[in-house]
């Protein structure tokens, strides 16, 4: 065979290495039957992730001048080949995609290891394979029956760090992973751990229990007395005390929960969207909407330490009780920040500046002496668990640059240390749906499309056609309405989000973040392929939540400046009229975003305050309430007498059916978890029945034995 790549090197993607010196393919370090032309067009789409590699290259590389066979169908039965050995699909590609007839493109992340070996542990880190990953405490069960993993997995999760934290001391290093639920439900919310017990939520959605569990192994049980919907976020003066929130939309609060008599109590008279404990028990720190307070631990004494610009979350106190951390959004999409500020209300400032440039960092924890801080972060296509050695001790005069303990394929979330450092707890997540539709004669939600994981999807207005967004890859597809001739319409770095038709069908409207670190633009797309082409250029304002006029002349989108000091993160809704590029603001829409103009051009549906919904009616020019409720998606009917939204992420999961005039409202009550790209996600069928994505993905806890040093 040809020599693709040099010697000596192996890829890791998901569970797969592909070594390059033996030509030898490994799936959780074992040996994959894979040989000849599938292999090596494994290696030029491993040279060329990200790219097309076309037919024509395929063809000269591997099949060149003076060959003589059926290329078409050598090529296809190889792809194929790869493809069941990858256990990969066609029509929900997670390593190969088809780009339509050019070529195939290699889509999932990669990483260059430099050995022909899977990485090692240290000679005194070392286990047996056996010993590596462990079942977890459920007796007679196999890690993999959940996720369908073993343990070369667990070794590509938990590999080491290859960057020191500082040239003295060795970086941490992640020994083992133990997956340590099985139940797929865990909630991404703060863990706690009192030492010999570990603390979560799980359920589905806002109908979560809290639940216990021995951190030595063991079945979980339920905490009786306590509200679903209270969220856990620290311990209070003692570990026999939770410290809680409640976010009703209506009236945010704070409460504290007993673990002896299964009971709560509010909290003073506070509103709180995240709180956190100080070391000593004496006072709590809270944040609402854009402020952070400090009040004694009675509620009493509550005064405001700093307003902030935009709503925070994860808030955490050092161990020292000198500090608070929080994560922040950002004006650009997709952005999250982790900052901090002195307890004294002194030295707000962003934590890793310039560590990324499009920063999506999640929320964190100290160890208890405060020599390491734990926090999530996104990065190329996944999100792991990063460390920081912290610069108030004396082996290093200042904090480290994050070092990285995981790797994917999961995405990580909650990173919690046990007591004494040994452990960190996670929640690990394998995201996946399947779309369905309701039947309202039944009442049942039935695979639509053969159940594929995808949503935003919308039907043309001949009912022929369908444009859709996969999940969780974000790449923009369009298809016959039965799925059959797809054609993929964006590429990665792309990410796409709700397509919307215009009235001839012949153009896409599709709300865009073209790179990283990009802000969200509207952009209009070819349904045969092309170049997706912006709509406004100007590289400090944002545009979001596009939609067609009836005339098909103009686009409603909404506007907000994220540059300036201080940028403005209320948005307003505008319209650009496509022929004579002159934009124009729809009076009154300060604030508002979504919008969505009837089929007759007479309203337009809009979201406001608390995600309500709103109506604008063009003759009077006047805005109304429609619904008093917080609601995502909103969908016109096609015969505009109605409004299609949902509640799928409050207390009481439902799809609603709003009549526009008279106000009529029907709930159809959804008893399962939703997913979608950014919330959970409906639609709408021509007919009228709801859409939506059912999360068919997994959430467990997992320990992570550690060596800090």
């Known amino acids: 065979m040809a020599q693709l790549l040099p010697p000596g090197r192996v890829i890791r993607f998901g569970l797969f290495e592909a070594d390059l010196e033996t030509c030898e393919l490994r799936k959780d370090g074992l040996p994959t039957r894979l040989q000849g032309r599938p292999f090596e067009i494994l290696l030029i789409l491993l040279q060329n992730p990200g790219r097309v590699v076309t037919r024509e290259e395929f063809h000269q590389r591997l099949w060149p001048v003076g060959t003589f066979v059926d290329f078409d169908h050598s090529l296809n039965v190889a792809i194929n080949k790869l493809r069941l050995a990858l256990g990969d699909s066609a029509d929900n590609p997670r390593f190969v995609a088809t780009m339509g007839r050019r070529g195939y493109r290699f889509i999932a992340p990669t990483q260059p290891l430099y050995q022909s070996q899977p990485v090692a542990a240290p000679a005194e880190a070392r286990t047996s394979d056996a010993d590596r990953v462990q079942s977890g405490p459920a007796p007679g069960r196999r890690l993999n029956q959940r996720f369908g ?158 307003t902030l610009p935009r709503k925070a979350d994860c808030l955490r106190w050092s161990p020292d009780g000198a500090r608070l951390r929080f994560v922040e959004d950002e004006p ?35 160890t208890a002496d405060g020599r390491y801080f734990f926090f999530e972060s996104a990065h190329e296509g996944s999100r792991d668990i990063w460390a920081i ?69 919308q039907f043309s207005h001949d009912g022929k056609w369908i444009a859709y967004v996969t999940y969780p890859d974000r790449a923009l597809w369009k298809s016959h309405a039965d799925g059959s ?71 409603a989108y909404a506007y907000n400046r994220i540059s300036g000091s201080p940028p403005d993160s209320r ?35 809009a979201l406001g305050e608390r995600d309500h919904l709103l109506l604008f009616d063009t003759a009077t020019q006047n805005w109304t309430t429609l619904l008093s409720l917080g609601v995502g998606y909103p969908s016109w009917s096609r015969d505009g007498q109605h409004i299609y939204c949902n509640t799928l992420w409050r207390k009481n999961p439902a799809l609603i059916r709003v009549a526009v005039k008279g106000g009529k409202t029907e709930f159809f009550p959804v008893n399962f978890a939703a997913a979608g790209t950014y919330g959970a996600w409906s639609g709408l069928t021509p007919d009228g029945s709801f859409l939506l994505l059912r999360d068919r993905g997994s959430r467990d806890i997992y320990s992570l034995d550690l060596n800090l040093r």
């Open 571 to 605: 948005p307003e809704i505008r319209v650009l009229n496509l022929t004579t590029n002159q934009v124009t603001t729809v009076p009154g829409s300060k604030g508002l975003y979504a919008p969505e103009w009837s089929p007759d051009g007479h309203y337009v549906a």
């Open 149 to 306: 993993m073993s343990a070369g997995l667990m070794l590509a999760l938990g590999a080491l760090a290859l960057v020191g934290l500082s040239r003295s001391s060795p970086p941490p290093q992640v020994k083992r992973i133990v997956q340590m639920t099985h139940s797929g439900t865990v909630f991404r919310d703060q863990l706690l751990t009192d030492g010999p017990r570990l603390y979560f939520r799980e359920g589905v959605e806002n109908n979560g229990t809290l639940q216990q569990m021995p951190i030595a192994g063991g079945a979980s049980a339920a905490v009786a007395g306590i509200r679903p919907e209270l969220i856990m976020e620290d311990f209070f003066l003692r570990t026999s005390e939770l410290l809680m929130v409640d976010r009703d939309e209506n009236h945010e609060s704070l409460w504290v929960a007993s673990l002896v008599s299964n009971s709560e109590r509010r909290l003073g008279g506070m509103g709180a969207y995240s709180a956190a404990s100080s070391p000593d028990g004496k006072r709590v720190a809270y944040t609402d909407a854009l402020n952070m307070y400090i009040a004694n631990s009675d509620g009493s004494d509550a005064h405001k330490l700093v």
């Open 389 to 457: 050695r912290e610069k108030n001790h004396s082996f290093s005069a200042r904090s480290s640059q994050p070092v990285r303990l995981t790797f994917g394929p999961l995405n990580f979330f909650s990173p919690t240390p046990s007591r004494d450092g040994s452990q960190l707890f996670v929640v690990g997540e394998q995201r996946r749906g399947e779309l369905t539709r309701y039947d309202e004669r039944s009442k049942q939600f039935e695979p639509f499309l053969g159940g594929i994981s995808v949503n935003d999807l």
């Open 332 to 366: 650009k999409p997709l952005q999250n920040v982790l900052w901090e500020i002195g307890s004294d209300g002194i030295g707000l400032r962003p934590l890793l500046p310039g560590w990324s440039e499009s920063p999506r960092e999640g929320c964190g924890n100290w």
């Open 485 to 555: 001739q797809k054609v993929q319409l964006t590429t990665a770095p792309m990410r796409a989000f709700l397509p919307v038709w215009s009235p001839d069908d012949q153009r896409i409207l599709c709300q865009v973040v073209a790179k990283p670190n990009q802000p969200w633009k509207i952009y209009l797309i070819d349904p045969a392929g092309g170049t997706p082409e912006m709509l406004i250029s100007d590289p400090g304002s944002q545009e979001s939540g596009g939609n067609w006029l009836p005339d098909g002349n103009a686009v």
